[in-house]
C-alpha cells in the first residue's frame, strides 16, 4: 500500500516540476524582453551618439582666446495627449517612450541646458484648467532634471492655439509655467526664443507686444555690437555677449515646401513637394524677414513640421527644422546635440529606437513563448531534438 501512495505522489511531482519548469521560463523570457525593449534600447542607441567638436580658439586681432563651449539639447513636438484625444494606451505607451528616451539622453550625455520648441502638448490650444494642470504635472515628471541643467520651452501652436485661437488667457497660462523670458544668455552666447504663433503681422494686441519685445532684444544685441566697436550711444546698462544670436521657435521661417529636404528623418518623399502655407505650416515672408533682418541670428532652430530639414536663408543664416521626438508623429524620432561657443558651432543628430523595430521584437518573443509552451505540452516536437533525430537518421544511413 505505501509502495502504491509513493508511485502516486511521484506521478503527481513529474507534471508539477514540469509546469513550474514551463512558468519560470515563461517568466524569464518575458522579463528579459521587457527589460531590453523598455530600458536597455534606449541605452543602447543613446550611446552611440556624441557631442560634436568645435574650435574653441578664438582670434582678436593676433591675440587667440580659449572660448568655453555650451552643450546643449534641442528637441521639439512631444504632445503630450490631453483628456479628448488619443487611446490610453497610445498614451501611456508613447510618454514611457519620451520619459526614457529624456532621462536617458540626461544621464548619457550630460546637456547643461534643453531646449524644447514648441508643441509640448497636444491639447493645450482648448484644455480645460483642470486638465492643463493635469497635462502641465506630467510633463514635469517626464521632463524632469538636475537643477544644474536649464529647461527652456518656446510656444507651439497646440500649446496656446493657433493665432485665431490664441488669446492672453492661454498665453500667460503658458509663461505661467515656462517663463515668459525672450532673451537667454549663458557662456557668452545669446539665445532668442520666440513666440512665433505670435508673429502673424496683422497688428492683433498679443502680436504687436511679441514684436515689441523681439525690438526691443534686437536693440539691445545692436548695442553690445556697437559698443564693442567703440561706440557709446546705447548710455550705460548692463550688455549683451557680443555674439550674434541662435533663434529658437516653433514655426519655422518661410520656404515653399520640404522639397529640397533629405535625410532619414526628412519628410516622406510624396509629402515633400507640397506647397506649405504661410502663419499655418510656415512663417510668412514678410514676419521671417523681420526676423532676420531685426535679429541677425547665426543659426535658426524651428520644430511644427515633425520632419527633419536643413535650409539656408540668404545663402548665410542655416534653419534646423528638429524632427518629433515621439513615436506618435514618427517611427524613428530624434533629436540634435549641439556644442555652441560664442563665436561658433557644431550640430549632430542623436537618433531614439525606432518603433517598428521594438515592435518585431515583441511580435518575435510572442512567437518564441508560444513555441516554447506547445514543445512543453508535448503538442510540437522540440526544435533541439528535431535536429538531434534528423542528424541519427542521416548517421545511419
Known amino acids: 500500500m505505501a509502495m502504491i501512495e509513493v508511485g502516486f505522489e511521484r506521478q503527481n511531482f513529474y ?147 493657433f493665432h485665431y485661437e490664441m488669446n492672453t488667457y492661454k498665453v500667460e497660462r503658458f509663461e505661467k509655467v515656462f517663463s515668459s523670458e525672450r532673451l537667454f544668455s549663458w557662456k557668452g552666447i545669446n539665445f ?71 535625410g532619414d528623418d526628412a519628410a516622406p518623399p510624396e509629402e515633400r513637394d507640397i506647397p506649405f502655407k504661410e502663419n499655418y505650416d510656415v512663417l510668412s515672408r514678410e514676419a521671417s524677414q523681420k526676423l532676420l533682418w531685426w535679429l541677425q541670428p547665426r543659426l535658426v532652430l524651428s520644430g511644427h513640421t515633425h520632419s527633419a530639414c536643413e535650409v539656408h536663408h540668404g545663402g548665410r543664416v542655416p534653419e534646423f527644422s528638429v524632427p518629433s521626438f515621439s513615436w506618435r508623429n514618427r517611427n524613428n524620432p530624434s533629436f540634435i546635440m549641439g556644442s555652441i561657443t560664442p563665436t561658433d558651432y557644431a550640430l549632430s543628430k542623436c537618433y531614439l529606437p525606432r518603433e517598428d523595430v521594438v515592435l518585431v521584437i515583441y511580435c518575435g518573443a510572442v512567437g518564441f513563448l508560444v513555441v516554447l509552451t506547445l514543445s512543453h505540452l508535448g503538442l510540437l516536437a522540440s526544435p533541439f531534438l528535431s535536429g538531434l533525430n534528423l542528424l541519427r537518421k542521416r548517421k545511419t544511413r
Not at 512665433?196 to 502680436?207: L, P, R, T, Y
Open 15 to 161: 507534471p508539477l516540476k514540469r509546469k513550474s519548469a514551463l512558468l519560470l521560463k515563461l517568466i524569464a523570457v518575458v522579463f528579459a524582453v521587457l527589460l531590453f525593449c523598455e530600458f536597455l534600447i534606449y541605452y543602447l542607441a543613446i550611446f552611440q551618439c556624441n557631442w560634436p567638436e568645435v574650435k574653441t580658439t578664438a582670434y582678436d586681432g593676433e591675440q587667440a582666446s580659449h572660448e568655453p563651449v555650451l552643450k546643449a539639447m534641442f528637441l521639439a513636438d512631444t504632445h503630450l495627449l490631453g483628456e479628448f484625444l488619443g487611446h490610453w494606451l497610445d498614451k501611456l505607451r508613447r510618454e514611457w517612450q519620451m520619459e526614457r528616451a529624456f532621462q536617458t539622453a540626461l544621464w548619457l550625455l550630460q546637456p547643461e541646458v534643453v531646449f524644447i520648441l514648441g508643441d509640448v502638448f497636444d491639447e493645450g490650444k482648448w484644455s480645460t484648467p483642470e486638465a492643463w494642470a493635469d497635462d502641465v504635472e506630467r510633463f514635469q515628471k517626464m521632463f524632469r532634471h538636475p537643477s544644474h541643467v536649464q529647461l527652456k520651452v518656446v510656444a507651439g501652436n497646440h500649446d496656446i492655439g
Open 192 to 262: 532668442v526664443m520666440v513666440n512665433s504663433v505670435a508673429m502673424n503681422g496683422d497688428g492683433c494686441g498679443i502680436c504687436s507686444e511679441a514684436e515689441a519685445e523681439l525690438i526691443e532684444v534686437s536693440h539691445r544685441l545692436n548695442c553690445s555690437r556697437e559698443q564693442a566697436r567703440g561706440s557709446r550711444r546705447c548710455g550705460p546698462g548692463p550688455l549683451l555677449p557680443v555674439s550674434a544670436p541662435v533663434l529658437l521657435q516653433h514655426y519655422p521661417l518661410y520656404r515653399r515646401s520640404d522639397a529640397n529636404c533629405s
